[in-house]
């Protein structure tokens, strides 16, 4: 038998347990993508190295940092959009209180949405045209659809991350809660 207590509390452990998993997996991201950045820098010393040093210079290197720096920005920004950490202009919300401030996050996710929306069903399109023609890098011979991807996985990631902030958003406006910042 359940009480009303205890299946309140159950609900708490669960957000709770999916509120920690979520921030480990946020910095797990972030590690990994500034390994990944790492891994660029890297790449360009040995590049650079051998270029003007020894006078070779390894084929698809400029190709292979470019399309890692898309998917490291892509990831980083649905990470951004979800701690709410992005470039923005905010000196609206700054000043804003309660239910106001709810308002302003709402109509922000909303248009998130839209747009994140519409640039991953644009991408999507892009993808599929860019896949049935076959092309390939001139350095790697990497399919062009793979660097295409990560823009489309990535607005695919934003429109989900902005989706779920304006679910939580539009609930929290019409509960009236505190406003809190996410957690860093």
């Known amino acids: 038998m359940h009480s ?3 299946e309140k509390q159950g609900r708490l452990t669960s957000k709770w347990e999916v509120s920690q998993l979520a921030a480990r997996s946020g910095r797990l991201l972030h590690t990994v993508l500034g390994i990944a950045l790492l891994f660029v820098v890297g790449v360009n010393v040995v590049n650079a190295s051998g270029r003007y040093l020894f006078g070779f210079s390894m084929t698809g290197t400029d190709e292979l940092m470019v399309y890692t720096l898309i998917w490291v920005v892509m990831a980083g920004a649905i990470l951004s959009l979800a701690k709410r950490d992005h470039i923005s202009v905010n000196l609206l919300p700054s000043y804003a209180k309660g239910r106001a401030k709810h308002l302003l996050h709402v109509v922000h996710d909303a248009a998130a949405v839209f747009a994140c929306a519409y640039v991953t069903y644009a991408s999507d399109l892009f993808v599929g045209k860019i896949s049935r ?14 660097p295409h991807t990560a823009l489309l996985i990535g607005f695919a990631g934003l429109t989900l991350v902005g989706a779920f902030m304006l679910v939580r958003d539009i609930g929290a406006l019409l509960r009236n809660d505190p406003h809190r910042e996410p957690a860093a």
């Open 4 to 6: 009303a207590v205890g």
């Open 133 to 146: 023609l076959g092309t390939k890098s001139m350095g790697l011979g990497v399919p062009m659809s793979v």
